[in-house]
Nanobody, 122 residues
Framework: QVQLMESGGNLTQSGGSLRLSCVASGFKLSAFWMFWVRQAPGKGLEWVCGINTDGGDTYYAESVKGRFTASRDNAKNTLYLQMNTLQSEDTATYFC???????????????WGKGTLVTVLS
């Protein structure tokens, strides 16, 4: 079955960096757009970024553009989210999510991981 497992969340100071990973299994990672989504304490879900099947196309929320970089290694079934210049507003649980339709960016997501917590101290 499809499984997504995030890791790399931690406590860090404002201005610091973290790299999140998401290991995928149970499906052909290279066929799907993948996404990172976050949820701050007490708030709703916020889409962070999307990455296409070979990593050659990415797009980001304005709040993270220029600070976060998504990448993927399909041979290792792993996604990454490099987060630099972290701010207290980035404190959230971060989830990776799988696109619904192969090769499609615009049809939502159907599987999520359990998330990894990032806490940024100001």
């Amino acid at each position: 079955q499809v499984q997504l497992m995030e890791s790399g969340g931690n406590l860090t100071q404002s201005g610091g960096s973290l790299r999140l990973s998401c290991v995928a299994s149970g499906f052909k990672l290279s066929a799907f757009w993948m996404f990172w989504v976050r949820q701050a304490p007490g708030k709703g879900l916020e889409w962070v970024c999307g990455i296409n099947t070979d990593g050659g196309d990415t797009y980001y929320a304005e709040s993270v553009k220029g600070r976060f970089t998504a990448s993927r290694d399909n041979a290792k079934n792993t996604l990454y989210l490099q987060m630099n210049t972290l701010q207290s507003e980035d404190t959230a649980t971060y989830f990776c999510a799988k696109g619904v339709i192969p090769l499609s960016r615009n049809n939502g997501v159907d599987y999520w991981g359990k998330g990894t917590l990032v806490t940024v101290l100001s």
